[in-house]
């Protein structure tokens, strides 16, 4: 088949597909402490209901969908509907289910405690 | 040329209003880059809708609280400022801050001048929404045909 045809094929492949959300990654900040690490994002705009975090198999994910309610004539636009997607890897010693995420202000800030196991353990040293 | 940093730095945000107009176009094919020019300071991204009868600003402010914002109105000019703190908590190891901290400060004209004195502000989610009612002069008057 050449190209032309190729081309063609694939807008009408193309033809029935909604309008994807624009996607942008949130900027985050990482702290880490004996007993947790901690993930702030910013998504402003978003609302509870339409976050998610999922954690699967070592990775993080958070999802947050901005849905503006607008009306008007757009003067100008920065910023609009927007998916806010990242991933993160993170480590085995996390523990899943004690996991907590607060949203404030359009701010979500996730508590990812560490397990027992993995917080480090001062050793006494007995004598003899 | 450009004599001072705020015309540059007024370009650049020409350019970064012209890229994420891009990144919308193909936003379909590609993850949109991320990339930014640099020296766009901290100064909230902003929308500006007209109805007939008033203005709405809408800024993205996340992790602000009123405390931290001001919003300064005269005639048709208005000027947002603020500080964002840093909520970094004591006694933590820190791997990334990506979140910028300090103060910014924006300024607007806006089409038509406002009557400050009815000027409604919320926030909510980390969104500033301002409703600016124009001033009488600038709103659109119905003329009847005789």
């Not at chain 2, 990334?96 to 300024?107: C, D, M, Y």
């Not at chain 2, 607007?108 to 926030?123: C, G, I, R």
Request: proline share 4%; net charge negative.
């Amino acid at each position: 088949m050449d190209k032309a045809k190729e081309i063609a094929k694939q807008e009408e492949k193309n033809i029935e597909k909604t309008r994807e959300m624009y996607e942008a990654t949130p900027a985050v900040d990482i702290y880490e402490n004996e007993n947790e690490i901690l993930l702030h994002a910013d998504m402003p705009g978003v609302v509870k209901d339409d976050i998610s975090v999922d954690i699967d198999n070592g990775t993080l994910s958070i999802s947050g969908v901005r849905k503006l309610e607008t009306e008007g004539a757009v003067t100008y636009e920065e910023f609009s509907d927007v998916e806010y997607i990242r991933s993160f890897s993170v480590p085995q010693t996390i523990d899943v289910e004690k996991v907590e995420a607060e949203l404030k202000s359009g701010v979500l800030r996730l508590h990812l405690p560490k397990s027992e196991a993995a917080k480090p353990r001062q050793i006494e040293i007995k004598t003899a | 040329m450009f004599t001072r940093m705020s015309d540059i730095d007024r370009l650049f945000g020409t350019m970064n209003l012209l890229q994420r107009k891009l990144d919308t176009l193909y936003g379909d094919y590609a993850r949109p880059s991320a990339y930014k020019w640099d020296l766009e300071s901290a100064a909230p991204r902003t929308n500006l809708y007209e109805h007939d009868d008033n203005f709405e600003i809408r800024a993205e402010v996340p992790g602000l609280e009123k405390d931290d914002l001001n919003v300064k109105i005269q005639g048709n000019y208005l000027e947002i400022s603020g500080k964002r703190h840093s909520d970094a908590p004591e006694g933590y190891k820190v791997h990334k801050t990506e979140r910028g901290v300090g103060s910014f400060s924006r300024s607007f004209t806006l089409p038509a001048d406002v009557d400050s004195t009815e000027v409604d502000a919320t926030l909510k989610n980390g969104v500033l929404c301002l409703t600016l009612p124009k001033h009488e002069a600038a709103k659109p008057k119905k003329i009847s045909i005789n």
